[in-house]
């Protein structure tokens, strides 16, 4: 069974920087690509960042592209997201997610992590 930990998440001001880790157990060889997602209170989960199976870090808007960093160690069985200069409205419960290919399509997801709650906040 794939399972997925998140861990990293925690209270930052603004301004901060905060780098989230997945690691990925369960399987020898990790197929996947491996996203990441947040939501916020009262909003609905919205993509921010995945690496492809080949290593390919993609984005949904040059927003995001400007505000995280995706990466990963060789195998993607540990994968990052550097978020900096983190705002208020970065506060969120942020996911990351196993998928065959990088898309923000909530139905692509195969296996979800529990999620690390940051809380950007003076």
């Known amino acids: 069974q794939v399972q997925l930990v998140e861990s990293g998440g925690g209270p930052v001001r603004p301004g901060g920087s905060l780098r989230l880790s997945c690691v990925v157990s369960?399987?020898?060889?990790?197929?996947?690509?491996i996203g990441w997602f947040r939501q916020a209170p009262g909003k609905e989960r919205e993509w921010v960042a995945c690496i492809g199976s080949s290593g390919e870090a993609t984005y949904p808007s040059d927003y995001a592209k400007g505000q995280f960093t995706v990466s990963a160690d060789n195998a993607r069985r540990s994968v990052y997201l550097q978020m900096n200069s983190l705002k208020p409205e970065d506060t969120a419960v942020y996911y990351c997610?196993?998928?065959?290919?990088?898309?923000?399509?909530?139905?692509?997801?195969?296996?979800w992590g529990q999620g690390t709650q940051v809380i950007v906040s003076s």
């Open positions: 997610a196993a998928q065959y290919l990088c898309s923000g399509q909530l139905t692509s997801i195969k296996y």
């Open positions: 369960g399987i020898t060889v990790n197929p996947y690509a």
